[in-house]
């Protein structure tokens, strides 16, 4: 299915042009390198400015038709309040290489091939690559150098990709990690940091990874984490999330954050309703990895896979969940997340407040500094 998008173009004095297209990567590219004669070549309207996404061809032609009537100032005034400084909305596309769907194709400029870089639509962002073929979303940690750890950046990533699956015609979407683990956890160059923010940034950051869990949790289409190594700390919150978690033999998890420290206040919230207090309190308290093979006995994850068939067996279930009505699983999804969401409201909350209070304690402080120094932490109780 195609997106359409009403776009404004601008030139350095403000002459603005307003079109239409079902591929705005490419038709920025040909503003911005006179690849479109006449008007906007003459004009120099080479900044993308603002632009709307629409599902259906009618109603971006009525918008299209709609604002190329307005007067200057009205159309203006719509820049202005979404886009004040009149940016170039569309560098950050060309730097992260967002919305490039047919970026080696010869005839739009963006190289000499005729072939096309890979099947389907794909977006990169800073940490993490979505791609959309048959149906299936596949959104893929992409920092294979830390391991795909958490920074604050993934998890704008992840959010960002999350809302753009659920609004696209992709039926099922599968989470995965580049290199040979699925996710180790928290960034360090962020975990050094923490020692250093407020109590007030203590409690958003709180708040964004219980945002990012909650998303995940109560996504409205079928998910599957096909872990392909090592998630531990947050990677095991997030792979556990998913409505189905197929391991690779390698795959290890753990809630280790006791370890350093932290409390594992938010993670907790979701693994007791997964397998119940008693089990709950030995992985918590312990802090302990465990292998796939356990994650599977405990009812964790769905399927062990040999490594080399992880990525097919994940579109074979995907296709068998996609012979399924995708209205009846959507309701079904949002059944399982009302029945939960008064007491997950209440439990996340009072996480998030946890989860910021240590914080502020000498054991955080010792327990980050020491891991981070490669030490064993000297406790002190406070």
């Keep these: 299915m195609h997106n359409y998008y009403v776009y404004i173009m601008a030139s350095k004095s403000r002459v603005l042009y307003v079109g239409i297209t079902n591929d705005i990567c490419h038709r920025v590219w040909q503003h911005q390198h006179d690849g479109l004669p006449g008007f906007t070549s003459k004009y120099r309207v080479h900044r993308l400015v603002y632009f709307e996404r629409f599902q259906y061809v009618s109603g971006a032609i009525a918008r299209e038709k709609s604002i190329k009537g307005w007067l200057r100032e009205k159309k203006t005034a719509l820049i202005d309040a979404e886009n004040p400084t009149w940016e170039d909305l569309s560098e950050a596309w060309f730097k992260k290489q967002i919305l490039r769907s047919a970026q080696d194709d010869s005839s739009n400029g963006f190289g000499s091939s005729n072939k096309k870089s890979g099947p389907g639509f794909k977006m ?21 150098d830390k391991r795909n750890a958490i920074s604050y950046e993934l998890i704008d990533d992840l959010q960002n990709a999350l809302e753009e699956v659920k609004n696209s015609s992709a039926q099922v979407l599968i989470l995965t990690g580049a290199g040979k683990a699925f996710c180790s956890g928290m960034d ?16 958003e950051d709180s708040r964004k990874m219980a945002s990012l869990f909650r998303s995940i949790y109560d996504f409205p289409k079928p998910t599957i984490a096909a872990v392909n190594g090592p998630a531990v700390a947050g990677g095991t919150g997030i792979a556990m999330l998913c409505d189905f978690t197929l391991a690779v033999p390698e795959a290890k998890f753990g809630y280790t954050e006791v370890r350093i420290g932290f409390v594992p206040a938010i993670v907790s919230t979701f693994l007791l309703r997964q397998v119940g207090e008693k089990i709950a309190r030995d992985l918590l308290l312990t802090a302990r990895l465990f292998d796939a093979e356990e994650a599977l006995r405990l009812g964790l994850i769905n399927e062990i896979v040999r490594p080399e068939k992880l990525h097919d067996r994940a579109h074979e279930l995907a296709a068998q969940l996609m012979e399924n009505s995708p209205t009846s699983l959507a309701y079904t999804k949002r059944l399982l997340s009302d029945h939960a969401r008064a007491e997950l409201d209440v439990q996340i909350e009072a996480a998030i407040r946890e989860n910021a209070t240590i914080r502020g304690t000498a054991d955080f402080r010792e327990g980050v500094t020491s891991f981070l120094e490669k030490r064993k932490p000297k406790w002190t109780g406070r």
């Design 124 to 144: 990169n962002f800073t940490t993490l690559q979505l791609a959309f073929t048959s149906s299936i979303a596949t959104l893929t940690l992409n920092r294979p």
């Design 188 to 203: 360090l160059d962020n975990l050094k940091a923490l020692t250093g923010r407020t109590p007030e940034q203590s409690v």
